[in-house]
Structure formats: C-alpha cells, structure tokens
Nanobody, 123 residues
Framework: QVQLVESGGGLVQAGGSLRLSCAAS????????MGWFRQAPGKEREFVAG????????GYADSVKGRFTISRVNAKNTMYLQMSSLKPEDTAVYYC????????????????WGKGTLVTVSS
C-alpha cells in the first residue's frame, strides 16, 4: 500500500503560481497511475489532472488545461502539480491520489488518497 503526503499549498494572489508536491512512501509510484483531485468549499471533489505510470500520458480537466501541468519523477517517488495563472475559483483542498489501474480508468476517482493541502487564491 502506498502512502501519500501533499505539500506546497498556501495563499496566492490571482494570476500567481504555486507548485504542489506529493511524496509517496511504502511502495514505488512506478506501480501507479497518479493524479490530483480537488474539493472546493460546498462542492464535490473533482478531477484536476492525471498522469500514467511512466509519465507519458496525461489528462486534465477542461477548467485547468493550459494553466496546470502534472509531472512525476519516479526515481524520487514524487509527483508534482505546477499551477499558473491561478484564479479564485481554483481555491480548494488539493489531494494527491494513486491507483494501480490504467490512467483512463481513474478519472472518476482513485484508490489511494493523501490528506490534502489547501490552496487559496485571493482576488
């Protein structure tokens, strides 16, 4: 079983950037497709971005395409989410996730979740 810990959240002004990191332990992340989901206040959790085991394939929610970039370094057991041109509507708790299934089967949710990191974008 893999354990996931997010870091890098915080308060940023609209138009700014943040990079989230997800450090994994327990198992090598090369065994998993990985992703980021988020939950805004009063809303359901939603898919943000996903990346295949080898990092070749990625997927993004329409709301973040062109602004967010997901990446991974399997040798460091770490995944990242580079967020740019942030908007107030990006305010949410961001969760690092992992799943042993292929990426295309995981957009509705993944098996393993971190505890989340809060991103607040002020207008």
């Amino acid at each position: 079983q893999v354990q996931l810990v997010e870091s890098g959240g915080g308060l940023v002004q609209a138009g700014g950037s943040l990079r989230l990191s997800c450090a994994a332990s327990g198992r090598a992340i090369s065994n998993y497709a990985m992703g980021w989901f988020r939950q805004a206040p009063g809303k359901e959790r939603e898919f943000v971005a996903g990346i295949s085991r080898n990092g070749i394939s990625t997927g993004y929610a329409d709301s973040v395409k062109g602004r967010f970039t997901i990446s991974r370094v399997n040798a460091k057991n770490t995944m990242y989410l580079q967020m740019s041109s942030l908007k107030p509507e990006d305010t949410a708790v961001y969760y690092c996730t992992a799943d042993a299934r292929p990426l295309t089967q995981t957009y509705n949710g993944m098996t393993y979740w971190g505890k989340g990191t809060l991103v607040t974008v002020s207008s």
